[in-house]
């Protein structure tokens, strides 16, 4: 009998294109490309469009019952840092806690968003969350490819589960993708806090862009500056000269992928968290 996850569906999408890999497991293990194109942002306004879109994609009969997972670019997710209330005993204190947080950050209520969590009763965890009619709208698309749904996570929740174990101490961790870097300040081993920038070309030519940036994170949140960033998504060949004070900036899925530099931004965000990745 084949197994469920000999073969499955990889669906990376972000404002400017969606991808899709088939990915094939076993001894002749294979990564094809379906899909891998632009398209205007306004389709994600679309529901209807952007299903539509997904569907023929993967309207071939040999795609049916893949399992599928689909990873986000973080700029279409939110994340933030919760701390549990100081008498939580229950998962519901701890979502309580985040819908606040939530509303006291972005100024809005959580109703038209999906809030996923490492949830914690005793120590601050992070959260993020997904516009509901884009979780509908993938749910739709998938329920009607037959294609049954196994995750839909943002690029920075797949790259940190799968990389969070090789961070080093006193180290950070970073997600790169084309517009945005978003980072995770460590602080005795924990996850303290994560921040988004825009990648500007000031932060692609300058190192010391980003490394002002960090200085800057230290000094708000009030922990030590940490001697390294290990990053997850594009090198960036500037950002390997020695800083000042020596803060080391290196990547955790380098050499891992043979294809890495030849792939396109679509195909490094459907490839996330991947083996060998």
Request: proline share 5%.
């Amino acid at each position: 009998m084949r197994n469920f996850f000999d073969r499955s569906l990889r669906i990376g999408l972000s404002r400017q294109g969606l991808t899709v890999l088939h990915i094939k497991r076993g001894r002749r293990s294979a990564t094809t490309s379906l899909s891998d194109h632009r398209f205007e942002e306004c389709l994600l306004k679309s529901p209807e469009q952007l299903s539509g879109h997904i569907c023929k994609i993967l309207a071939a009969e040999q795609y049916r019952r893949l399992a599928t997972t689909v990873i986000l670019s973080n700029d279409l997710a939110r994340f933030w840092m919760v701390t549990p209330p100081a008498n939580a005993t229950r998962l519901l204190d701890c979502k309580a806690a985040a819908d606040l947080r939530f509303q006291a950050l972005y100024g809005e209520p959580s109703t038209t968003w999906k809030i996923a969590a490492d949830w914690q009763i005793v120590q601050p965890f992070l959260a993020s969350a997904i516009p509901q009619t884009l979780l509908a709208t993938l749910q739709h698309a998938c329920l009607a490819c037959r294609l049954p749904l196994v995750e839909i996570a943002p690029q920075f929740v797949a790259a940190w589960n799968r990389s969070h174990s090789l961070i080093r101490k006193n180290a950070w961790f970073g997600v790169v993708d084309c517009d945005l870097i978003t980072f995770a300040a460590l602080h005795q081993g924990r996850l303290h806090a994560v921040r988004s920038i825009p990648l500007a070309e000031q932060a692609i030519t300058d190192p010391a862009y980003l490394h002002d940036h960090i200085a800057r994170e230290v000094l708000r949140l009030q922990i030590p500056m940490p001697t390294e960033m290990q990053f997850y998504g594009k090198k960036r060949e500037n950002w390997c000269i020695p800083t000042a004070d020596q803060l080391i900036y290196s990547w955790l899925d380098e050499g891992k992928t043979a294809t890495r530099v030849a792939q396109t931004p679509g195909l490094a965000l459907a490839s996330t968290g991947l083996a060998g990745t």
